[in-house]
């Protein structure tokens, strides 16, 4: 793989990072399951938003949230949980990603808490009805769901949300500081703000579901 010449002194095996950072605890060796014990379903069930991780058949790696209600993931079994689709932009590059190639890695989320659950497994595109009607959100049942069988399963340290202070109000920055998705999309689309700006409103109070 060929990097960008500002990429200098690169490491090209693990021999070399193991050297600069070391090896894992005996804990850290032993947290990884292969199932979804009562604690990993607890946390799904708390769990409001996720980001989930997918890769084409070439590489090319996707990450994407998902996000509704605490427990909008049904957990089927212990190997076993759906993610619905809900409507977005139509791109569905986890989606495309999912038919190329079936893996997928997924970080879950819940507010105020600064540990994570990451879950690695296989993942297929499901449109049963029946799997998917108890997922029904403000009237809506979903078309699409995606199924993830659970290969790997651990807990990730607070480490990250400690540095970041991600769950710190006193951190955020002010409201007139943030980004505008309108003005961004504007630039990268060459769209007029104003417009996108009414047409993003209506998305998110017309078409969440």
């Not at 193991?18 to 979804?36: C, D, F, Q, W, Y």
């Not at 949300?161 to 409201?175: G, I, M, V």
């Amino acid at each position: 793989m060929e990097h960008d010449s500002k990429f200098g002194n690169i490491i090209s095996s693990e021999e070399e990072i193991r050297t600069l950072l070391g090896n894992p605890s005996e804990l850290v060796k032993r947290k990884v399951i292969a199932r979804l014990d009562d604690n990993c379903i607890r946390f799904l069930s708390l769990s409001p938003l996720l980001f989930l991780a997918t890769s084409d058949g070439t590489g090319h790696c996707d990450v994407s949230p998902r996000g509704d209600a605490p427990g909008f993931v049904r957990v089927l079994d212990d190997r076993s949980f759906i993610i619905p689709e809900r409507p977005g932009n139509r791109r569905i590059d986890s989606l495309r990603n999912i038919l190329a190639n079936g893996h997928a890695g997924a970080i879950f989320i819940i507010p105020g808490l600064e540990e994570t659950l990451r879950v690695n497994g296989k993942a297929c595109i499901v449109k049963d009805r029946a799997l998917l009607e108890p997922m029904e959100a403000n009237g809506k049942i979903p078309v699409l769901g995606i199924g993830i069988t659970v290969e790997e399963c651990f807990i990730h340290c607070a480490k990250a949300f400690k540095r970041s202070a991600l769950w710190q109000p006193a951190s955020w920055p002010a409201e007139e500081e943030l980004p505008s998705a309108a003005q961004m999309l504007a630039a990268h689309a060459k769209g007029n703000a104003e417009d996108i700006a009414r047409s993003l409103q209506e998305s998110y109070t017309k078409r969440l579901y």
